[in-house]
């Protein structure tokens, strides 16, 4: 359970987090979006303790982060932007010198490190110098060294950004992967991903929290979302008819062969008259297909309301 | 955890080259200084004071050389983040950075042995005087490297580190020096100029370099470790993220 209560953080006169409030529990795998810029990865730093926020407070498993930094920070497995990592070691001695430091011992020292590196994939890289490694694999290291001692609370900045997508696939997939009872914290401007793996989306910009819901209904903000697209064969015909269907409250062009009809909230189907108006009007359709909302849409129209 | 820290740092020296010139430079130079221009043999005395009196201007530039990386890498590499989000305190990661490269130049101080075996073989040297000498070198070692670590968190430029550290441990010796001090009786009483002096690393380590080990002498190493280190802890906090 993380408790967030009016966190401020300020650079001088710079306000990088603006009074936030959030409530995480357990389970919630919470997809922290924003834009460059808009205090997450400062956020994520005053939870690690690695900043001292301004004002506000943090709980983390009901201890504060300031007062109890160390008992708080053994709760957490933090991944920082860009995996900073110890060049000259190798991989095996990153990992072990991590482990010591999280006070893991003996057996299950160990296991715990066995079951990471099967868990990441390591195996390969073992002996290998962190800095000959592909940015893939130190990824990876990073990652391994952020699970290593099965935190409650796992931060992750940025974890897939700079990965091809079948990194960020195994990226995702691991996140999946961890057990239900965790709070799992990514921030990443990759919307996708959120739908992806989150449970939870929470979008900030200029240090404010404008968002605090599901990625479903992040979606369900786009005006798209449930809208009906044609596809024409060739040259768009004129649509108006369209209008004229009841149920249908705009028609928007989005494409040169394109229209999306939004229909209102009350019909939940306007497939079998918009098939209709397309028989009745002997149109060339290449294809009819129900959007989903464009996250993309949503997030820009949000973000640029603040900046 | 400050011994985990130190394990990683030791290592660290010894993962890349840092440890290996540092060692070889520092053998060769002062096996430089003591037989050609410290004329050891010449002098036709059984002891080891050229090499220690040469010392303190070895590791003027030497010492501040491997301090240099102790947090400014950190901070451009950015692993300080992971370093400091760790469950361990800054003091425990600050006391494994320094312990670690106290114990390279330690390290590098022991290797002189040679020196130590001729003039056994050559003479019959004062062994006492010799062992005082080299606890002195160890312990103003410490200071050296404890005034590096600071300008190391100073900045993430780790030239800029090194030129910083050399400055101040510069002023360091030079203030016991007689030129400084000949030079500043014309202006200034001789109170300050006593103060000035007593801040001198030379003063202290060449009376212990004879083998005389005054808790005068020690303590001064000791307090300004303590001093320099608790400055590195205040810059470490105020910078870590910046």
Known sequence: ?307 | MTSVIFKREFSSFFATPVAYVFILIFLILSGVFTFYIGNFYERGQADLMPFFNFLPWLYLFLVPAIAMRTWSEERKTGTIELLMTLPITTTQALLGKFFAAWAVVGLSLLLTFPLWLTVNYLGEPDNGVIVAAYLASWLMAGAFLAIGICMSAFTKNQVVAFILSVVVCFLFVLSGSEILLSALTEILPVLLIDTIASFSFLNHFEAMAKGVLSAKDIGYFIILMLVWLSASFVVIEHKKAV
Request: charged residues 25%; proline residues 4%.
């Open chain 1, 1 to 307: 359970m993380i408790r967030i209560k009016n966190l401020t953080k300020k650079f001088d006169q710079f306000v990088a987090v603006d009074n936030l409030d959030l409530e995480i529990h357990s389970g919630d795998i919470v997809g922290f979006l924003g834009p460059n810029g808009a205090g997450k990865s400062t956020t994520m730093k005053m939870l690690t303790g690695f900043l001292q926020p301004t004002s506000g407070s943090i709980e983390i498993c009901e201890m504060d982060v300031t007062k109890q930094a160390l008992k708080v920070k053994q709760k957490i497995g933090y991944l920082p932007e860009g995996t900073p990592a110890y060049a000259d070691m190798t991989v095996a001695q990153f990992l072990h010198f991590i482990a010591q430091v999280r006070g893991l011992k003996g057996e299950l020292k160990k296991q715990r490190l066995q079951t990471v590196v099967t868990q990441v994939q390591l195996a390969d890289v073992l002996d290998k110098q962190i800095e000959n490694l592909s940015k893939g694999f130190k990824r990876r290291v990073g990652l391994a060294q952020a699970i290593l001692h099965d935190p409650e609370v796992l931060i992750l900045d940025e974890p897939t950004d700079g990965l091809d997508p079948n990194q960020k696939h195994q990226v995702r997939q691991l996140i999946q992967n961890l057990s239900k009872d965790k709070i799992v914290i990514i921030s990443t401007h990759i919307l996708e991903e959120v739908s992806a793996v989150c449970n939870r989306a929470v979008i900030i910009a200029k240090g404010k929290k404008l968002f605090d819901d599901t990625p479903q209904a992040l979606k369900q903000k786009s005006p798209l979302n449930n809208a009906i697209s044609i596809e024409f064969e060739g040259k768009k015909p004129d649509t108006s008819q369209l209008r004229l269907a009841p149920g249908v409250i705009d028609i928007i062009e989005s494409g040169p062969d394109k229209v999306s009809i939004v229909g209102h909230q009350s019909y939940d189907n306007l497939f079998p008259q918009i098939f209709d108006i397309v028989h009745l009007q002997g149109w060339h359709v290449k294809a009819i297909y129900s959007e989903t909302g464009q996250l993309d849409d949503v997030f820009r129209s949000m973000t640029e309301e603040v900046a």
